[in-house]
């Protein structure tokens, strides 16, 4: 059983302490916390685990199922070698040329078996005129990949066509991938894009790489890669108590909402029963660091406070009728282990 929580006031700020060391604080929304949270977001613009993503491109490798199409110029004889399109050719089969087969070798006249897996095309071309330069003098040659076939990446979520796409010659950067599966849909959180690697998540915002002045372009994707676009959806923030239009209020496409946005998406404040001195923001009420953050709405500088507070997923924002006790039921909802001492903070505000 968890013992009534203590109050403690200090410098605008209010907690909850039970004996089990559960502290929950109530924020006042001012000022002072708008500059810290803003100097937060200038500190790090960027997380460590989307930096560890950056990469050059680098040439394509050729791998098992690639096609590749070789001539040797002036040598007709050898251009029997890559068969003929015929009018029964399905779209979706392999071009004409020499497939690696699944040891990564292929087979060419006067070279017989070349290993050309791993290699890029320049380095398969250097292969080749070794090999029948013992033929033919100074042979004039050009490699180049008529089907790439041999590594794919995946991606899913809000974007026009998921589903799997083929690494070709131009690097498979993040905006590439997601350009070539048909872009974002109009449900697409940019925020909330993850890369999953080996097993392991990235978690990736676009307004974020923007903010620290860096390109999506700059994310260099690999072979077995999954990219999954999350959707706005998910990621709504619930309105609450007294304004016009309770409702889920969804984030921007960049995964931003601010407080004074997502009133403004609800109607305002209920000018009949809403207490603007008593708004506010339950955040992480499921987690493990649950927090609350109060605004007095009749202050004159109330609006400004909203326009730069940032909501985050989840967010619920509760406006209360003056009462007290109803906002205390919505705090038994969401957070269960805060009980009418919490109130007794509230009330002192």
Avoid: C
Wanted: proline residues 7%.
């Amino acid at each position: 059983m968890i013992t009534p929580p203590t109050v403690a006031e200090t410098g605008g700020e209010y907690s909850s302490e039970p004996a089990q060391n559960v502290q929950v604080p109530i924020t006042d929304i001012n000022l002072k916390l708008i500059r810290t949270m803003n100097d937060q977001a200038v500190q790090h613009p960027i997380s460590d685990q989307t930096q560890t993503l950056f990469g050059t491109p680098t040439p394509y490798r050729v791998g098992p199922g690639d096609v590749l199409q070789i001539t040797v110029w002036d040598h007709p004889e050898l251009a029997a070698a890559l068969g003929q399109i015929t009018p029964t050719t399905r779209t979706d089969d392999a071009a004409p040329g020499f497939v690696v087969d699944e040891k990564g070798n292929v087979q060419f006249p006067y070279a017989g078996t070349v290993h050309v897996a791993g290699d890029s095309v320049e380095q398969i071309r250097h292969k080749i005129v070794s090999r029948i330069s013992k033929v033919y003098k100074s042979p004039e040659v050009t490699v180049r990949v008529a089907s790439f076939r041999a590594t794919e990446i995946f991606i899913d979520g809000d974007v026009g066509k998921p589903g799997s796409v083929q690494i070709n010659d131009i690097p498979m950067t993040l905006t590439e991938a997601i350009g070539r599966a048909g872009g974002f849909t109009d449900a697409a959180d940019q925020s909330r894009v993850t890369l999953i690697r080996g097993g392991k998540r990235y978690p990736i915002s676009f307004a974020e790489l923007v903010r620290g002045g860096h390109s999506p372009s700059e994310i260099v994707l690999r072979p077995g890669d999954m990219v999954h676009v999350g959707s706005r959806d998910e990621n709504g923030v619930y309105l609450m108590g007294e304004v016009n239009k309770p409702a889920t209020i969804l984030p921007m496409r960049d995964g931003r909402l601010t407080l004074a946005e997502a009133l403004s998406q609800a109607g305002s404040l209920n000018p009949g029963t809403a207490y603007a001195k008593q708004l506010f923001v339950i955040r992480d009420s499921t987690g493990s660091n649950p927090q609350i953050y109060h605004l007095d709405a009749t202050s004159p500088v109330s609006m400004v406070l909203a326009n730069q507070f940032q909501l985050e997923p989840k967010d619920v924002v509760y406006v209360d009728n003056g009462a007290l006790v109803k906002f205390n039921r919505v705090l038994s909802l969401f957070l269960p282990a805060i009980n009418a001492g919490l109130t007794a903070a509230i009330v002192t505000k």
